[in-house]
């Protein structure tokens, strides 16, 4: 199975809807992109210092599910429309579990 | 419960050996810390262009089990002896699932 990490960091002028909005709009992508097999993802809780803003989780059978993933238009329209507006840095790792 | 997530960039002059040792250190973790619910990590599969180096997600049941693991000297050995030698860049974040 393919695990893929994406960290975000919103910013500063990222209000609470709009960050609302994106992490509704991660929730949403498993109805929409039957290659994922699961999904967790969440606001940082502000334990640490120096976090990211924002986490998400998304297992794949294999790389060809997450290439389909990352081509498919619910993903496409969510990066384009909910994420890009709000978004200062992104970090993001692949791996296999 | 509450999720875990670390990006890792190694420095250039990072060698296999110390990277395998890294991840050698994180998958001995959950035999260490008994707060450790559930880990995965491994190394980034090169499907993507600026991706981190090394993920790990590590599930503990409430913020305290995360705050023993930070403390918690299988974990300060881990940090100190085996990733903060090779290591360039971090990412993280903590939220609820």
Redesign the interface.
Known sequence: M??H?V?LRWTPEATTAQRRAAEAGFQALPRAVEEIRAL??????G??G??????A?LDFAD?DG??AYQEHPAHRALVADLLKPILAER???????
Do not use: E
């Open positions: 393919l695990r990490i960290l967790s993802c969440g606001g940082d809780l334990l640490t120096g976090a990211h803003d924002f986490a989780v790389a997450w290439r970090a993001t790792v692949q791996f296999d579990v």
